[in-house]
């Protein structure tokens, strides 16, 4: 009993005799919060979350990809199956969401939020009118901007389809347009958007100064949903929005023009040996672009009717140009989602929709850093931050 | 990514089955969309609230574990399923109130081998169940066909759009195309 005694009595005079022998730390002012810089560096991405184990507490998280130890800079709110938009030239991250004010019950508000990309803290709102915004598992298409980032598009599904046509700047909605069959959106020309058709059409259409339909133009048979469906998030080069379908086809859309263009390529992923049954495109946001215009698409060996959204485990990189597969990536955990950042030697991003985030250097193939699922609980969609 | 990574991922994808809708799937979803949002008077929720679940003497006409991923039903679902969250395959859990605008798939029943039409009914105004998250896609397409999709939140025409679980209902049997 003596002897613990006197081993607990130098235990505690050890830290005091180092204490007396140097300086005490510095005092630490608080309040103290971290400010991000307004414009986001190369290697950062946003991450939607959707945070299915409390959907209606969704976020958007702000990522750096190149920070092994604390990749996670920063989150803003994403609530209830969000949808959410990044805009550099805004310096704004935007999430349109619903709310419930007893979180789960009572009066339903859907609102776009406006958040400072440096501070991360609400700076505007815009309500919803309708409690109609449409709510599903994270798709681009479901919130874009048009009009030079002034006005915001959203889409809306009760089911019956429509979108509501935003005023960012003057913090307004401007008008709301019937689209029935038609998914989607997809910003065309300057001021306007195209959508996919239940009937394999697509559809463009140009807004006025009210946000009222200035013209509409229907493109007939650009998709076969029964055998050939596209994935629904495209990659986007330039004004070039390319998607891939279920069988690896590449189909792409000049959407620079008033009315969307349909491009005349002959182009799919290619085959490769070792599939069962084949390998087939897989996974949510499956494919990506780097900012030479090369293509990226996440494909699964176990292609077959059904497994379209179960991830893959590799990526192989096309350029559209010269329509030839330039490598193999074999991702070590494999992914549903990929991004390629914007920095001067590009880094392939591949997630988990259960969490783990790996960085692949895009030339190599090889990995860069396993970020683990230290980011988000369920990415869904990836945004170059820059 | 290995094998076995990548079986996680997939999860419950190990059989091949049926999944055309039918054009009868088809019209009801139709109906219940022309409907509206509010005012639903018929097709599938009419028809899952009146079924009497009787599985418990059907078991081998209806095989399987409807709190597994692998369950027949699930063919095409997306979700938590509510087996696992105080309901049943049919059946919502207690507090929650089942939406009546639904997606639907049609799966192979390996006991009779016919393929029949589900609806899956997501079950809405609680937060999110977290237990047994099952994601299939058989015969799923792009949400341009809203019927054929599993990612919307189908807590439509509810009192609440909070998502709680998915359950898988028997509306008919599948009319080939």
Not at chain 1, 23 to 33: G, H, M, R, Y
Not at chain 1, 206 to 221: M, N, P, R
Not at chain 2, 25 to 45: E, K, N, Q
Request: charged letters at 20%; one cysteine or more; aromatic letters at 6%.
């Amino acid at each position: 009993m003596r002897l613990a005694t006197t081993a607990l009595a130098l235990m505690l005079s050890a830290p005091c005799a180092a204490q007396t022998a140097s300086q005490p730390l510095p005092e630490e002012a608080i309040p103290s919060v971290v400010t991000l810089p307004a414009s986001y560096p190369p290697s950062w991405i946003l991450v939607h979350d959707l945070h299915t184990a409390s959907i209606l507490d969704g976020r958007m998280v702000i990522a750096d990809t190149a920070d092994k130890s604390r990749p996670l800079k920063g989150m803003v709110r994403a609530a209830q199956f969000a949808s959410s938009l990044y805009s550099p030239s805004r310096r704004e991250i935007l999430t349109a969401e619903t709310f419930y004010p007893r979180l789960t019950r009572g009066e339903r508000t859907d609102a776009i939020t406006i958040w400072d990309t440096a501070t991360l803290r609400p700076k505007g709102e815009i309500i919803l009118p309708g409690g109609k915004r449409q709510q599903s598992v994270t798709y681009s298409g479901l919130f874009q901007l048009t009009n030079s980032d002034r006005w915001a598009l959203v889409a809306n599904f009760t089911p019956t389809q429509s979108i509501t046509v935003v005023d960012l700047d003057a913090r307004k909605v401007l008008n709301e347009i019937d689209l029935p069959g038609c998914s989607h959106i997809y910003p065309t020309g300057e001021r306007g958007f195209s959508s996919f058709c239940a009937d394999g059409s697509m559809i463009s259409i140009t807004l006025d100064d009210k946000g009222a339909v200035a013209s509409s133009k229907t493109i007939e048979g650009v998709q076969d949903i029964d055998k050939q469906p596209m994935f629904q998030m495209p990659a986007m080069i330039g004004k070039t929005a390319w998607f891939v379908t279920y069988h690896g086809q590449l189909k792409a859309f000049d959407l620079s023009g008033q009315v969307a263009k349909p491009l005349d390529v002959n182009l799919s992923v290619g085959a490769a040996e070792g599939g069962a049954p084949e390998w087939r495109p897989a996974g949510w946001q499956v494919i990506a672009s780097d900012a030479k215009g090369r293509l990226y698409v996440l494909m699964n060996p176990a292609g077959k009717e059904g497994s379209h959204k179960d991830g893959g485990s590799e990526v192989w990189v096309i350029d559209p140009a010269s329509g030839e597969r330039l490598s193999r990536i074999s991702l070590p955990n494999g992914a549903t989602s990929i991004v390629l950042t914007r920095e001067p030697t590009p880094h392939l991003v591949a997630a988990r929709m259960d969490g783990p985030i790996d960085v692949l250097d895009a030339a190599t193939g090889k990995l860069v850093h396993s970020l683990g699922s230290r980011i988000a609980s369920n990415p869904t969609v990836l945004t170059p931050g820059s | 990514m290995t094998m076995s990574g990548l079986d996680k991922l997939t999860e419950g994808f190990s059989r091949h089955l049926a999944r055309t809708t039918s054009r009868r799937s088809s019209l009801a979803w139709l109906g219940a969309a022309l409907a509206g949002a509010v005012a639903v008077p018929a097709l599938p929720v009419s028809r899952a609230a009146a079924a009497e679940p009787k599985r418990a003497a059907r078991v081998a006409e209806d095989p399987g574990d409807p709190t597994s991923c692998d369950y027949w039903r699930y063919c095409a679902i997306d979700g938590f399923l509510c087996s696992c969250c105080g309901g049943s395959v049919s059946t919502c859990p207690p507090g929650t109130e089942m939406s009546p605008i639904t997606w639907i798939g049609t799966c192979t029943n390996p006991s009779d081998g016919r393929a029949y039409v589900i609806s899956y009914n997501d079950c809405c105004g609680t937060s999110s169940c977290g237990q047994c998250s099952c994601h299939r896609s058989e015969g799923d397409r792009p949400q341009v066909r809203p019927q054929s999709n599993n990612d919307y939140n189908w807590c439509l025409g509810t009192e609440s759009s909070i998502y709680h679980c998915s359950a898988a209902a028997i509306i008919g049997v599948a009319i080939e195309p």
